[in-house]
């Protein structure tokens, strides 16, 4: 940090200096221009660059460490904003041809925009194409939305029929709603390292960016209870006591998950004050469903174990939909210095 001071030039502007290191650093020269941005109380000064700077990073793995750590590692570098992200095996680990493409597989299926541009017997770099401009952050929110939705309405109908190849479809999708909440994660990290992409994305405040975090997380774990609720289908009997309570319940938690992403798009307070509303209703009837019928119930002791996972998972599901209507209200508070209630 520096501390300069403001002079008057002229009548109508006014000029600070900048420090001669920070100018070499940025490869600017004299007769530069530079774009001045005023955002709240504050003036932020970047240099005019057409295309946003690539980040590069480097994995290198000289122990013998299973893939997964890999790729956890390349999600991490991912989620941070890396552009171009090169993995490097030491040669002497045995597998090599394996273990590069079963990464790719890793890759290509859980992250979009990846290409890798280059692979040798020992190493491979992946470079991320994707143009944030073609997909705001909202549209990314409501495709991830429509994706989690579509999910647990599956998921709902699979456990109702005993549908098996409907609940492996819902398994099947989860790969996707990760590749878009990863997406997002990336497109909030790039926001805050770049002004000029937080006003493209259509975020107002950086400040949002935490709270488009919390929708993004907990549309994700969203699907990931539909997954769960799918997964239990397969251990259900025929003669399912409480499965169509069950169900009825599950309709209506589906359909609080969906006003909160309404009250969320359209920054509604009145929405999202329903929607909380009615999750305590259904945080009671949950509760109530599980104790008072389920477990005291005369049913198969697998029944009751499998009924009792799907409430938890009902519950979760509802408490994500609780959090993403809380968040309308907070984005709102941001963007609204005044607040009137009625």
Known sequence: MERRKVQKTGSASYMITIPKTWVELLGLK???YVYIHRYEDKLIITPIKEEYPAITGEIRVSGDVDNKQIFRALVAMYLAGYDNI?????????GLGKRISELKNYARIKLAGVEVIDETHNSLTIKILIDYRELTLASAIRRLHLIVNSMLQDAIQAFDNRDLDLAEAVIQRDDEADRFHFLIVRQLARILQDIRLMKELGISSPVE???YRIVARN???I???AVNIAKRTYRLSEKCVFCKETCSLAMEINDVFNKSMESFYKLSRVEAEEALSKSEKL?????????????????GVEEKIVLTMIMDSLRRITRYSSGIAEVSLNIKGIKSKEYELK
């Open 30 to 32: 004299s007769g530069d």
């Open 86 to 94: 090169k993995i490097t095996y030491n040669p002497s680990l045995s």
């Open 209 to 211: 960016t935490l709270n």
């Open 219 to 221: 549309l994700e774990r």
């Open 223 to 225: 699907a990931d209870h």
């Open 283 to 299: 945080l009671s009837e949950i509760e109530s469903l599980l104790f008072n019928k389920i477990i005291p119930g005369d049913v």
